[in-house]
């Protein structure tokens, strides 16, 4: 059995995961549980699943869950606080930590577990948007292995098995498009918090949904596959597949075009990034191409989704950007979600903070400078929404960078 650790049990990923592992008991043993705050669901994955060790990263919950799980004999490790979820990421035997905290908070537990020699079944993308130049040396240092765990980047890791080095020379992420995809952009000033939490294919948590409405998702993940695959920004490229059948693809040097297909299910990914090399039996439903019908594309639209275009532009621009720009989304969307900004606001908070970091951009940083630049953008997207001014006061040429 392989032992693992799961962090953000209690969202999409982390139950999904433990799904796999209810299923799959004779192939995985869980060490570790971490979540946020939602303590009935943590105490009652720690009751039936028995780590030997979970944390709460809400310590204001801790009691609750020392209280809630009082009558456990043996009693596991329990923690609190961000430190509590660092310690669960490098505790013990587990030899795979999956990664579902959402947001630049998964960074640290991250780091912490591949310092402990542990591998990365990847489903926080911010791990290496914000956190690339630190992450990549130490993946090498320890040698570990990180494996993506998202739709998108499993089906290009898993259409690459076997290609030869040199052989890839482009990725096509695919994108649902979101929320919005079927609406003219002059209703957009018109959009509310439920419009964007209606995915028309998947179920996910409420931040991830917004960034798949804004199609930022898509942007993040193109700076993700450029750290993870090492393709340069002019060979990865994004169409919108409205069916969500074709979950990526990779074109070889001769042209080639390979994909990866399967009905929407984020089991499969987190499965073959547990099971990796392997290739484990499961009862799942089947892909029926006749039930599938058409599959579709279009190329997506700027205006619509100017989120894309500033996420190109920060991964260009490289250095501790991407953090920037993770972070100011991040913000931006927490506030959109609360309603004290327009879901219009969203990029023109993000366009404002990335344009205004460009002098200050560290193009080696070290992981001080990244979270450094990730709570100076935060700070500065509150400011600039108290200030009820989201014009940009950058050099406003911040999206040339943006070729696509």
Not at 17 to 38: E, M, Y
Not at 129 to 148: D, F, Q, R, S, Y
Not at 340 to 356: K, N
Not at 364 to 370: A, Q
């Amino acid at each position: 059995m392989k032992a693992i650790t799961l962090l953000g049990s209690t969202g999409s990923i982390g139950t999904q995961t433990l799904d796999i592992v209810s299923q799959h008991p004779d192939k995985f043993r869980l060490v570790g549980l971490a979540a946020g705050r939602n303590v009935q669901m943590l105490a009652a994955q720690i009751k039936k699943f028995r780590p030997a060790i979970a944390a709460i990263c809400d310590q204001e919950k801790f009691s609750e869950l020392q209280e809630a799980v009082a009558d456990l004999d043996p009693q596991p490790i329990l923690l609190a606080g961000e430190s509590g979820v660092v310690e669960v990421a490098r505790y013990g035997d587990a030899e795979a930590v999956v990664t579902g905290i959402v947001g630049c908070a998964g960074l640290l537990p991250t780091i912490a577990a591949i310092e402990a020699g542990k591998d990365i079944a990847l489903a926080n993308k911010e791990t290496l948007i914000a956190g690339g130049p630190v992450v990549l040396p130490l993946v090498e240092k320890h040698g570990i292995k990180l494996l993506p765990a998202d739709s998108e980047h499993s089906a290009i890791f898993q259409c690459l098995q076997g290609v030869p080095q040199g052989g890839l020379r482009r990725i096509l992420l695919t994108a649902s498009g979101g929320a919005f995809r079927d609406w003219p952009v002059d209703k957009l000033p018109e959009v509310k918090v439920a419009d964007a939490l209606k995915h028309p294919n998947w179920s996910m948590g409420r931040k991830i949904t917004v960034d798949s409405a804004t199609l930022m998702n898509k942007g993040l993940e193109v700076i993700e596959a450029h750290f993870l695959f090492g393709l340069d920004y002019d060979h990865i490229d994004i169409v919108i597949h409205p069916q969500s059948i074709i979950h990526s693809l990779i074109e070889l040097q001769d042209t080639s075009v390979l994909a990866q297909l399967g009905w929407p299910d984020m089991r499969l990914p987190l499965l073959y990034a547990l099971s990796w090399p392997e290739r484990i039996y499961t009862d799942w439903k089947q892909l029926d191409l006749v039930k599938a019908g058409n599959l579709t594309f279009r190329e997506p639209d700027h205006q619509k989704y100017p989120c894309m275009q500033i996420a190109y532009a920060a991964g260009r621009a490289g250095g501790s950007m991407p953090a920037v720009l993770n972070a100011a989304n991040e913000q931006a969307v927490a506030l959109f979600l609360e309603e004290r900004i327009s879901y219009l606001d969203i990029a023109r908070c993000i366009e404002d903070i990335c344009d205004r970091h460009q002098a200050d951009n560290c193009q080696n940083p070290s992981l001080d400078d990244i979270t450094a630049a990730d709570a100076w953008a935060r700070q500065e997207v509150l400011a600039a929404v108290e200030r009820g001014k989201l014009t940009s006061q950058g050099t406003g040429k911040f999206l040339s960078q943006a070729v696509l």
